[in-house]
C-alpha cells in the first residue's frame, strides 16, 4: 500500500518569530496550527531555542516543558504530527547560543552574528560536539523531552539539529560521526518508535564537513535535505525548480535512503511587486537577494512538488509558516537579514499567499510516495564525492538534468 507524501511547514509564530518559548501563548499557537491544518499539511517542525530549554546546563526548564506539551497537545487534537528540533542553535542568519555555552575565551562570531538571551552578544562560545558540559547538558534535554513526550500523539519525529555545522564545526569526520550516534542510540533507548533525523543542508553536500551525508544518515533512521536555489550562485535561474528535487536524489544516491525535503521555499517581494534583486549590508557585508514576485514563487512551488514524487521523495515542508509583523524588524534576526522577513506562507497580517493555495491544491491530491522515475546513479564512492565535492554536486547535476523525464504536472 502506498504511503502518503508528507506535507509540512517550519514553524515559527508570525508575532514573535524565535521569542514565542519566551512569550508563550497557546491560544496563538492553536490559531495557527489551525491554519496549518486547513491547508492540509500534516506535519509542522518546530525548534527548542536551546537558551530557552536549558538555561543552565543541569537543568530543563519546567515552564518550557509544560509549553512544549501543550504544543504537542494542540497538534495531536488538529490531527498534526510534530517533527521537534532540539540544540537550536543556528537559526535564520544568528546562531542562537544558550548563556552557559558562552565563553570570553572563545573567538566571537562577526557582529550581530551572536544572539543570547534574546539579545546580540559580542563574545565567543565552546563547541557544543566536544565541549564536556555540552555534551552532559544535551544528554540531559534529550533524557528529559523525549522522556516526558515519546507516548505523546504529537511526536512524528525527533531532530538532532537545524543544520548543526552552522552552529559548531566537528574537528575531525569521526568526532560529527561519534556525536550523531551517541545521541541517537540515547533517543532511541527512550523511544524506539519515533525516528530520528539531524536536520542537514546543501553545505553538506558542497563541502567536505565532518557531518557528510553518508555518515550522518547511515545513523539516524530518516535522511533530510534543506536546499534553497536561490542560494547557490552558479545557478542561472534563482527559481530553478530541479534543484531541490535534484538535492533530494543526490542526498538518496549517497546514503542509500529515501529523503524528505525537510527545508525549501524562498522570499517574497511585497504584494502585487514584480521579481527583484534588493541589496543591503548584512552584518557588516554588503549582500544582495532575489525576492520572487508572489506569483513567481506560486508557479516554483507548483513545479517543485511534483518533481519532488519523481525523485522518491519520501515529503516535503516548506520554509516557513509567516511573514513576521514589522514589530519585530529591529530584532534578530529580521534586524539583519531582511529578507528572512518574509519566507511566509502567511503575510505578516496572517492572509495567505498564492503559493499556500498551490500547497492546498496539491495535498487534496492526496500524493503518495512513489518509486523514483527520476534517478541520480553514482558513478563513485562517496569517499570520492567528498574528495571534491563542489565539483561533483556540478558534474552531478548536469548528468541529472539529462536524465530528466517528462514536464510533471500537479
Known amino acids: 500500500m502506498s504511503q502518503p507524501f508528507v506535507l509540512g511547514v517550519n514553524y515559527w509564530p508570525r508575532r514573535k518569530a524565535m521569542y514565542w518559548w519566551s512569550d508563550f501563548d497557546a491560544e496563538e499557537v492553536r490559531e495557527e496550527f489551525q491554519v ?39 497538534a495531536a487534537e488538529l490531527g498534526l504530527g510534530l517533527d521537534i528540533t532540539f540544540f537550536t542553535g543556528h537559526m535564520s542568519g544568528p546562531n542562537w547560543s544558550p548563556r552557559w555555552l558562552l565563553d570570553a575565551n572563545e573567538p566571537p562570531m562577526p ?47 525527533w531532530n538532532l539539529g537545524n543544520e548543526p555545522d552552522l552552529f559548531a564545526i566537528a574537528p575531525d569526520r569521526e568526532t560529527g560521526r561519534a556525536w550523531v550516534r551517541d545521541m541517537t542510540d540515547l533517543i532511541k533507548s527512550l523511544d524506539p518508535v519515533h525516528p530520528v533525523t539531524c536536520g ?18 547511515a545513523i539516524t533512521d530518516v535522511a533530510v535535505m534543506h536546499s534553497y536555489p536561490m542560494y547557490v550562485d552558479w545557478l542561472d535561474n534563482p527559481l530553478d525548480p530541479d534543484w531541490v528535487p535534484f538535492t533530494c536524489a543526490l542526498t538518496t544516491a549517497l546514503c542509500g535512503k529515501p529523503t524528505l525535503m525537510e527545508e525549501f521555499g524562498g522570499c517574497t517581494a511585497p504584494p502585487g511587486e514584480p521579481s527583484q534583486v534588493w541589496e543591503w549590508t548584512s552584518y557588516g557585508t554588503p549582500r544582495d537577494q532575489f525576492m520572487a514576485s508572489e506569483s513567481d514563487f506560486a508557479d516554483y512551488i507548483a513545479a517543485v512538488l511534483p518533481r519532488l514524487v519523481q525523485v522518491g521523495a519520501t515529503g516535503a515542508m516548506i520554509w516557513c ?27 505578516p497580517d496572517g492572509s495567505l499567499k498564492p503559493h499556500a493555495e498551490v500547497i492546498r491544491r496539491f495535498a487534496e491530491s492526496a500524493p503518495t510516495i512513489q518509486p523514483a522515475i527520476h534517478t541520480l546513479p553514482l558513478d563513485i564512492t562517496p569517499d570520492e564525492y567528498y574528495a571534491d565535492p563542489a ?4 558534474r552531478l547535476y548536469e548528468v541529472y538534468l539529462e536524465r530528466r523525464p517528462a514536464e510533471p504536472t500537479v
Not at 65 to 71: A, F, N
Not at 127 to 151: F, I, K, Q, S, Y
Not at 321 to 346: I, T, W
Open 111 to 157: 557582529p550581530g552574528k551572536l544572539v543570547s538571551r534574546g539579545e546580540v552578544v559580542d563574545i565567543g562560545y565552546r563547541n557544543m560536539l566536544t565541549d564536556p558540559t555540552a555534551l552532559e547538558a544535551e544528554r540531559l534535554l534529550l533524557r528529559t523531552v523525549v522522556g516526558a513526550l515519546h507516548n505523546h500523539p504529537g511526536v512524528w519525529m
Open 321 to 347: 509558516y509567516a511573514d513576521y509583523v514589522p514589530e519585530l524588524y529591529n530584532r534578530p534576526p529580521c534586524a539583519e537579514s531582511k529578507h528572512e522577513r518574509f519566507f511566509g506562507l502567511v503575510r
Open 200 to 217: 542537514l543542508h546543501s553545505a553538506s553536500l558542497f563541502s567536505a564537513d565532518p557531518f557528510r551525508i553518508d555518515d550522518a544518515f
Open 36 to 74: 496549518i491544518a486547513s491547508l492540509g499539511l500534516q506535519v509542522v517542525r518546530i525548534f527548542l531555542l536551546w537558551d530557552d530549554f536549558q538555561p543552565t546546563p543541569d537543568a530543563v526548564s519546567p515552564e518550557r516543558l509544560r509549553d512544549l506539551t501543550t504544543v504537542c497537545d494542540i
Open 391 to 394: 565539483g561533483h554536486v556540478r
